[in-house]
């Protein structure tokens, strides 16, 4: 994957020098080291999530594109995370994410391979089951309850100002419409998902072609 006016090197230590913006503790060979074992994998997994998103050229990734960023972030994260355990470093790219981008995606959250953020600023997502292909929007929120925890399918967009909270279940092809709330409610597979009258939910048939504006699939 190309880095768009970047090399390998140069992207690890722009990547500390934000961060160490963020946390200036002085530990930034520790964080540099850390990002060195752990930025090819991290790089392959975006590579293949931005290879997926159609808005974005494949095979490129800008780290001036905010989306982009916020994801990179997260997948390196994560990916120092699970391969080593290192909370220190994940949590200052955490924390990094969530001022540059404004997202509280913790990097503990299991996020499908592919996913599509329109705009960062706002999103909050615990932990939860997220399907692949998966559209997230400004003020979308996924919100356990105590022990219970969201399902959510496969292709599900989230438009701005949506929540998933508690024991509720999205089924797949489903696409929450802006100012919807689904909390310990199950959607019915391929709906838009409305607020009713009547303070519940309603829905009608979810466009075929409306995925296309999001992913090459």
Request: with cysteine; charged share 20%.
């Amino acid at each position: 994957m190309k880095l768009v006016d970047h090399s390998r090197e140069s992207l690890i230590e722009y990547t500390v020098r934000q961060s160490m913006a963020v946390v200036p503790d002085g530990r930034e060979e520790a964080l540099r080291a850390a990002i060195d074992v752990h930025m090819d994998e991290a790089l392959e997994r975006l590579g293949r999530c931005i290879d997926a998103c159609a808005p974005w050229r494949p095979g490129q990734f800008n780290v001036l594109q905010s989306s982009q960023h916020c994801i990179y972030l997260y997948f390196l994260s994560n990916t120092i995370w699970k391969r080593s355990g290192d909370a220190a470093a994940a949590t200052r790219l955490f924390l990094m994410n969530k001022t540059f981008n404004g997202i509280d995606l913790f990097y503990e959250i299991e996020m499908p391979d592919v996913f599509y953020i329109g705009h960062s600023v706002g999103i909050v997502l615990a932990k939860a089951t997220y399907g692949n292909y998966l559209v997230l929007y400004q003020n979308s929120t996924v919100g356990r309850h105590k022990d219970q925890i969201p399902v959510i399918g496969d292709r599900v967009v989230l438009y701005p100002n949506t929540a998933v909270i508690g024991r509720s279940v999205v089924e797949s092809d489903c696409v929450i419409s802006q100012g919807t709330s689904v909390i310990n409610k199950r959607t019915p597979a391929g709906q838009m998902v409305f607020r009713g009258a009547d303070g519940g939910l309603a829905f009608s048939p979810r466009p075929d072609d409306l995925l296309q504006e999001y992913f090459r699939l």
